[in-house]
């Protein structure tokens, strides 16, 4: 089944509407859409694409035309595909304690180093880290992650430090990774982010 | 071509600003602003609203207070009901009275299609006029709305967005510059600009362009709705962004590591747009936090002003 659209004419978002249209009524396994501007061309081209399409192009004088091909059994894609992960989801890490668990300190201590080592693995959603209470002992000076933190700063997070903590502790003096912070700024930030771990 | 111009015009054809300035005394200036355009949204008062906010905003990021304003209207009266109309010149006056800003008249003629915006008039003191230039290395770029309007507009007007998208935009544009403004009026502010038609990297090529300085742009922490890179991917993308990216692209660096989405976003045109302030360094994360407290909680700092790339734009 092959189904032709024409969109010359039309501007954006007409074109893609139409081919949208075209493929929620009769799911065609070809399609093929006329359009006679740039805009339109890359536009209908990315929605065949998002729809699971293979696409190719022609150009024809000022027209160009679309065609999508999809295997015959592909299942139809109504929502947009997933997002690459750089920019959808914001996940801020709350850390209150300088170990983790109950039990074992020395054991809570060491899966805090490894924890923080391995931190990184969430990709690039990793958005911020929050250093509270006990927490705020692993940012200063002579702290054994130090360098976790550091290269996860390094890489683009922001790690924010409680400084009325750090003053408890008498402490900030001593920080030596991430910018001192406020509750208003770590509420704006649970606010902002799409997830929030707590440790 | 050349335009007149007199030994006080302050800002003037000349450089593409967001205004012209006008000096009046050694202590008063006169910032004057036009913008108008077709409905974006369907609902005529919330229409009004964000024309008012848009042509206001112009006047905000020059560094001035709004005093004055005039409609311009364009409207097929004899297909349209004039209550529609009405409708719309309340959302303005409504807005305009949030600005402290009055209504003292206005033009209309018969259109085919309806148009309406404002000729607005601000006040500021000559010496304290923020236009796109002025950058200095150090700065730092703070972006107080979240970018994607104009691609989320493309879907509106498709009808693909839910109700509660559609409402959380059109506040979003009707919001007015003013309380980023006033903040900002108390900081070292180097340069400024409202983010409109050109999308953000358009405005910022305006910025580096002739400054000899580089602008980096970190894309994770530009502020974006979601929903535009799910609209991008679907090619729910405006004309006017192809336009950008072709405009500009010679200007602009893009990491590998920012995806074409992302990329789409950061030259999406936008309808009253945020202000993208240009600070001096020591005191960007004290702005920013005034900012936020202030509740403008969607700014961030973006990026920064450094000596390399000459008048290019690298986005890492």
Redesign the interface.
Known sequence: MKKDIDARGL???AP??QT?AAIDSESPVLIEVLVD????R??????LK?QKYQVSEKRNGSDYCISGKREGEAVMQKK??E??K???AKIMVMVTTDRIGHGDDELGAKLMTAFLKTLKEIG?EL?RLVFLNNGVKLTVDGAKDLVSLEELEKS?ITILVCGTCLDHFKLLEKKKVG?TTNM??IV?SM??ADKVINI | MVFPTDENVIVGLDRADDAGVYRISDDLALIQTVDFFTPIVDDPYWFGQIAAANALSDVYAMGGTPKTAMNLVGFPIKSMDIGILRQIIQGGVDKLTEASTVLIGGHSIEDKELKYGLSVTGFVHPARVLTKKNLQAGDQLILTKPLGTGIIN??I???LASDELIDTVTRLMATLNRDAAEVMMNFPVHACTDVTGFGLLGHLAEMVAGSGLGVHI????VP?L?EA???????????G???NRKFREYMVDFST???I??QDVLFDPQTSGGLLICVAQDSS?DLL?RL??KGI?WAEIIGEVRTEPKEKIKII
């Open positions: 501007s954006c978002p893609v509407l949208k501007n740039e805009a339109a890359q536009n209908v081209s990315r929605f998002s947009a595909p997002i690459s750089s920019q959808d690039r958005w683009g910018e208003l700024d704006t606010q902002l | 493309t879907a007007k498709g009808g970190q894309a994770n922490r974006i979601k890179l799910e609209y991008a991917a679907m090619g729910l993308i405006p004309a962004m192809y336009k590591s920012v995806d989405l992302i994360k936090y936020k407290e909680l």
